[in-house]
C-alpha cells in the first residue's frame, strides 16, 4: 500500500514539530493533536505537513507551561480567528504574571520570617524603592446585593471598606446566617480592625485562621446550611485573599481583566482535567455544585486559596458573586468595569446586568468595587 509524499510518519512529524513520539501520542488520546491517518492493520500514525504548523503552536505553548486544555481552546481559536487566540494568550500569561508576583512577595515574606534578608531579586528591589514614596495608597469602594427576581430572600452578603473587601454567598434554609456568621468572623479579624502585621506571611496566617473560625461559626450558627467565602485585606501596597466556593475576585489594570480565584466546582475541575469544554461548562447542570464551602461539616474546615496581589493606582478590584459571574460573560464585566464610572455607579451597573431581561437574575447577586487611589486622590467626605 504506498502513502502519498506528503504525509510524515510520526518518527518524521515528531522531528519537524519539535515533539517527541510520546508527546504525540498522548496528545492524540486527547484530542489535541490527531494524526491525518492511522493505519488500520500496523497502527501507525501519519501527519500532513499541514499539520506541523499547528503542533509547533503546542509545542510553545507548552513551553509557557500552558495547561493542555487551554492550548486546545488557543489552537481551535487559531485556525478561524488568529487574533482572538492572541488575546487568549495574552490573558493566560496576565494570570501567570500575577500568580508569579503573588508567590514572589510570598517567598520574600518567608525568608523574612526565616531570619534572611528579603532580596528576591534586583528587579524587585527597583520596583519597591521606586514605589515606596508613593505608599501606602487607599482605595474607593462600593458593596451591592440584590435578592434577584426570582430568589424569595437574598442570602448573599456582600463588605466593603478601606481594608476589608468581601462577599459570601450563603445557601440551604439558614444560608443567610450562614453568610453573615461568616462574614462577621472575618470582619472581626485584628487585621482587618488596624494596621496589619509587619509580615505578610503573617497576614495570610491571619486570614486563613479567619476562614477557619468562619467555618465553626457557620456550623454553629447555622447547622445544615453553608456558605461560599472570598476576601481580600487591604495592606496599602497589596490585597490579600482568601477564597472558598464559587464566589470571584477579578483585577482590572490598564484596560486588561485578570480573574484571580478558582471556582471550587465540579465542573471547574473537570474543565481543567480536560474533560469539559469552557463553553459546556458555563451550562452544565452541574455548575454550582461546590467542592469546598464553610458549612461546619467534619473535624477541618477547608482550606481556603489563599494569594498576595500586588495593588498600583489606577488598578479596580472586582469581588462578586456566582449571581453575576454566572450570567454575566467576562467582556460584559470588563467594559462595566473600565467605562469610567466611579465605585458606586459600577456595582448598579453590574447588578443591573445580571438581572436585564434575558438573564432575569436567577440569583442573588452580590459585588464589590474597590479603586486603589493615591491618599490626595481620595475626595473630601
Not at 515528531?14 to 513520539?21: C, D, E, H, N, V
Not at 500532513?48 to 487551554?70: G, K
Not at 500569561?93 to 534586583?122: F, K, N, Q
Not at 469552557?278 to 474546615?301: M, N, Q, W
Request: charged share 25%; proline share 6%; hydrophobic share 40%.
Amino acid at each position: 500500500m504506498s502513502m502519498s509524499t506528503s504525509m510524515l510518519t510520526i518518527g518524521d512529524f515528531a522531528r519537524a514539530s519539535r515533539l517527541s513520539a510520546k508527546a504525540l501520542r498522548r496528545y492524540d488520546e486527547l484530542g489535541l493533536l490527531r494524526p491525518a491517518r492511522v493505519d488500520p492493520f500496523t497502527g501507525y500514525r501519519y501527519y500532513t505537513r499541514e499539520q506541523v504548523e499547528r503542533a509547533r503552536l503546542v509545542a510553545w505553548l507548552r513551553r509557557i507551561d500552558m495547561p493542555l486544555a487551554e492550548i486546545g481552546r488557543v489552537c481551535a481559536l487559531y485556525e478561524t480567528d488568529p487574533s482572538g487566540a492572541a488575546r487568549a494568550v495574552r490573558g493566560y500569561w496576565a494570570r501567570v504574571e500575577a500568580e508569579t508576583s503573588a508567590r514572589r512577595d510570598l517567598a520574600a515574606s518567608l525568608v523574612d520570617r526565616l531570619g534572611g534578608p528579603v532580596d528576591m531579586t534586583d528587579v524587585t528591589d527597583a520596583a519597591n524603592a521606586t514605589n515606596a514614596a508613593a505608599r501606602p495608597y487607599g482605595l474607593l469602594f462600593a458593596a451591592l446585593s440584590e435578592r434577584g427576581q426570582v430568589r424569595e430572600a437574598n442570602q448573599d452578603r456582600a463588605h466593603a471598606g478601606p481594608r476589608l473587601l468581601a462577599v459570601a454567598d450563603g445557601y440551604g434554609a439558614a444560608g443567610e446566617g450562614a453568610a453573615t456568621a461568616a462574614l462577621a468572623e472575618i470582619e472581626a479579624l485584628p487585621a482587618v480592625r488596624e494596621p496589619g502585621p509587619d509580615r505578610i506571611g503573617d497576614l495570610l496566617n491571619a486570614l486563613e485562621d479567619g476562614v477557619r473560625r468562619a467555618d465553626a461559626a457557620v456550623g454553629a450558627a447555622a447547622p445544615g446550611s453553608g456558605t461560599t467565602l472570598t476576601a481580600g485585606v487591604w495592606t496599602g501596597e497589596r490585597l490579600a485573599l482568601a477564597h472558598v466556593g464559587d464566589g470571584r475576585a477579578y483585577l482590572l489594570r490598564d484596560g486588561g481583566l485578570v480573574r484571580l480565584t478558582r471556582d471550587h466546582t465540579v465542573v471547574q475541575a473537570r474543565v481543567e482535567a480536560g474533560e469539559l469544554d469552557p463553553a459546556e461548562a458555563t451550562a452544565h447542570p452541574d455548575r454550582a455544585l461546590l467542592l469546598k464551602a464553610l458549612d461546619g461539616v467534619g473535624t477541618t474546615a477547608p482550606v481556603p486559596d489563599l494569594s498576595l496581589h500586588e495593588g498600583r493606582p489606577g488598578d479596580r478590584w472586582l469581588l462578586c458573586t456566582d449571581g453575576l459571574s454566572a450570567v454575566v460573560p467576562e467582556p460584559e464585566l470588563k467594559r462595566a468595569l473600565a467605562a469610567g464610572s466611579g465605585p458606586e455607579q459600577t456595582v448598579r451597573t453590574l447588578a443591573a446586568l445580571a438581572l436585564a431581561e434575558g438573564r432575569g437574575g436567577p440569583d442573588n447577586v452580590s459585588c464589590v468595587v474597590a479603586d486603589v487611589v493615591r491618599d490626595a486622590d481620595r475626595p473630601v467626605r
